[in-house]
């Protein structure tokens, strides 16, 4: 009996601990398993009010800080129009983009890949035309060389005088994103994540089996030691959740920026954390309750 006894603990100490990597590691191929996963992290991590206040200060300074275009538009002007873009469904589509360039290249090994920023200049332009004259927008968009098309565009017919076809030369230069070889190969590191995953939930399922077999209770009654498995699963979990708040951050550009983002990422830890929680407490109390009804 006492034997049992000890198999049975240490089955739902490992049964605690493969729960832990299995979910830890599924939250992981969440965020980074595929393009899907990326680009849905990436989409929600822009709407945070603090990445979009980010954004927003960084891609307007620069445009502002431009001689030719801080001639025509002040910096609340700028601003309006950095913010159209942002809320635009091209932008949701240019998130996509970037996330399955950057997946291509960062963990399926491409040598790179270009990302095409004309779409989103255009509507930051299409903006700027609402609150400038049509010749200070033709200025601004010369200086940027946008190729952009004429019916993108609700301005003036002086927009596209002296171009060619109703289209402004050249567009600007798209982003590249380049593999060197000082990168990690990420690619590796998520495979090795699935397998640990998938290691971590065979060792729960054959703890729960030995718990179940080998546990000198009554059958009802040997719920319990799984539940209170499963509780501290979650408990285990959830102290993870709070993990982003452990992360030296103060000291770092934009900490507010990198907080946010690090709460959101640790908080998708809490979704399987109280899952554990609530199935190790309906388990213990139906363990428990078989006891004292046994008893009776």
Do not use: C, H
Request: aromatic letters at 6%.
């Amino acid at each position: 009996m006492l034997w049992r006894r000890i198999i049975v603990a240490v089955a739902g100490l490992t049964l605690a601990i493969g729960v832990v990597v299995f979910a830890i590691g599924r939250v992981i191929l969440g965020i980074a398993g595929s393009p899907s996963a990326v680009s849905s992290v990436v989409a929600e991590i822009t709407d945070l009010p603090e990445v979009r206040t980010e954004f927003v200060d960084e891609i307007a300074n620069q445009i502002s800080s431009d001689p030719m275009i801080s001639q025509y538009a002040d910096d609340a002007t700028v601003r309006s129009a950095v913010s159209s873009v942002l809320d635009s469904p091209e932008f949701e589509l240019f998130g996509d983009e970037t996330s399955a360039a950057a997946y291509s290249v960062f963990f399926e090994g491409q040598s790179n890949a270009e990302i095409d920023v004309n779409s989103l200049a255009a509507i930051m332009l299409t903006q700027l035309a609402a609150d400038t004259s049509s010749a200070d927008l033709q200025r601004i968009a010369e200086e940027f060389g946008l190729n952009v098309e004429q019916d993108s565009l609700d301005v003036s017919e002086t927009l596209i005088e002296g171009s060619d076809g109703g289209v402004l030369t050249d567009g600007l230069e798209p982003i590249v994103l380049e593999r060197t070889e000082s990168d990690p190969d990420f690619g590796a590191i998520v495979n090795s994540v699935r397998m640990w995953s998938n290691v971590g939930l065979a060792v729960a399922v054959i703890s729960a089996v030995a718990m179940v077999v080998l546990s000198p209770m009554t059958f009802l009654r040997r719920l319990l030691p799984l539940g209170v498995a499963l509780i501290l699963a979650g408990a285990l979990l959830f102290v993870a959740s709070r993990g982003a708040g452990l992360l030296p951050v103060d000291g770092v550009a934009r900490a507010d920026m990198v907080r946010a983002i690090a709460d959101t990422l640790f908080a998708r830890v809490a979704t399987p954390a109280y899952f554990m929680l609530g199935s190790g407490v309906v388990l213990s109390a139906v363990g428990m309750f078989s006891g004292k009804l046994s008893r009776r």
